[in-house]
């Protein structure tokens, strides 16, 4: 991938197991194949991002596949307006461990000159992430500071992620996509019953992307039967997590079988440049 230094921003060119600059900034590789290209001035925590344990409870729950048919409808979206004969730089902003961005990479994986990057804050997933999918390439960075050059990135996903707005359009060449998934009106509707006296909907309504054409707008709903543990697992993934009360938790954990909606809103843009 085309990295540039965090530090100055010149390019980053790899030599032996380093990645280093012009300005002879290096940054190693490390032994699972990412590169850690988040400075310790950029940082606002000692160790951003998901913990371990937040990083596996995620996996298994991902792993049982209540979350294949979001991580499908990318793969196609990305496969129909991208040519896999052409060359490709594709970037999976906030990619966690690398479920999403692994998929990716198995769809173009026939394709000769297509390069698929993983990036998140989080070292542990990360790691985790390189370990699994070593044809991805991975980096431990920023999402508000992405260490890309400009116009470098040809498409990039944005599933859950923030990310600077202005910093997608640097890097993404004109012409480029950006596939992003937000969650739909009802999307697990059930969990904020248990939290909330007043649920309300989601608002659906897309991000203003100035720079950008919304291509297509597709929602995409089913419902969810999960156990305890998954119910739980999930819960810990949302924002709900933070004003869910003990008692919701123990009634996940006693109540058996939990039915919810996913809802999700899954947006293709075109980069006006």
């Known amino acids: 991938m085309c990295y540039q230094c965090p530090l100055c921003h010149q390019p980053l060119f790899e030599e032996g197991a380093a990645w280093r600059c012009a300005n002879r900034h290096q940054f190693d590789r490390a032994r699972e194949g990412y590169v850690n290209l988040l400075p310790v001035q950029h940082k606002r925590s000692k160790q951003p991002g998901d913990s371990a344990e937040m990083m596996q409870a995620r ?53 000769t000159d297509v390069r698929i990057a993983g990036l998140d804050v ?64 009802r999307h697990l509707l059930q969990f904020k019953a248990l939290i909330y006296q007043d649920v309300r909907l989601h608002d659906s309504a897309a991000e203003s992307l100035p720079g950008w054409t919304l291509c297509s707008e597709t929602s995409l709903a089913y419902p969810l039967a999960l156990n305890s ?22 009634r996940l954990a006693t109540g058996g079988a939990f039915a919810c909606e996913t809802d999700f809103m899954v947006r293709l843009w075109r980069h006006q440049g």
């Open 122 to 185: 989080s070292r542990e997933a990360i790691r985790s992430a390189a370990r699994r999918y070593p044809s991805v390439t991975f980096c431990v960075a920023s999402s508000q500071r992405l260490p890309f050059i400009t116009g470098s990135i040809s498409a990039a996903t944005r599933i859950y992620a923030p990310c600077n707005p202005e910093e997608l359009s640097r890097v993404i060449r004109p012409g480029g996509y950006l596939l992003t998934v937000t969650p739909g009106p």
């Open 229 to 250: 543990d998954s119910a739980a697992t999930l819960l810990q993934m949302t924002p709900f997590a933070w004003r869910a009360r003990p008692e919701v938790w123990g």
């Open 59 to 111: 996996r298994q729950f991902l792993n049982e596949g209540h979350y294949q048919p979001l991580q499908q409808a990318v793969c196609q979206l990305l496969a129909s307006v991208l040519n896999a004969n052409q060359p490709y730089r594709i970037l999976d902003v906030g990619c966690g461990e690398g479920y999403y961005t692994g998929a990716i990479a198995a769809t173009f994986s026939s394709s």
